[in-house]
Nanobody, 122 residues
Framework: QVQLVESGGGLVQAGGSLRLSCAAS????????MAWFRQAPGKEREFVAV???????SYADSVKGRFTISRDNAKTTVYLQMNSLKPEDTAVYYC????????????????WGQGTQVTVSS
């Protein structure tokens, strides 16, 4: 069983930065790619970024150049550094694991955290 716990959300002004963390537990978690998704009110959950076990990354076009995903050497914690935040980045951000590839499809991921709220004021 894999458990994911996100932290680091909050309220920030447009143009500001936040760093999200996702701590993962479970003996197989280091073998998985880990990803961030987000869901704004009234909208579907959408892909943000993913990082493979080897460190390869992929980003949604809407966050390229502003967000950076990384993971620690033990491969059990993943981070999302968010810079130049915009009001449209406001959402609940979810950490996900369980994929063996850099997939943007939420259905591929078996494990999800509870989410952390990010609110960007204009």
């Amino acid at each position: 069983q894999v458990q994911l716990v996100e932290s680091g959300g909050g309220l920030v002004q447009a143009g500001g930065s936040l760093r999200l963390s996702c701590a993962a537990s479970g003996r197989t978690v280091s073998t998985y790619a880990m990803a961030w998704f987000r869901q704004a009110p009234g909208k579907e959950r959408e892909f943000v970024a993913v990082i493979s076990r080897s460190g390869s990354t992929s980003y949604a076009d809407s966050v390229k150049g502003r967000f950076t995903i990384s993971r620690d050497n033990a491969k059990t914690t993943v981070y999302l550094q968010m810079n130049s935040l915009k009001p449209e980045d406001t959402a609940v951000y979810y950490c996900a694991a369980g994929s063996l590839s850099l997939s943007p499809r939420s259905s591929i991921y078996s494990y999800w955290g509870q989410g952390t709220q990010v609110t960007v004021s204009s």
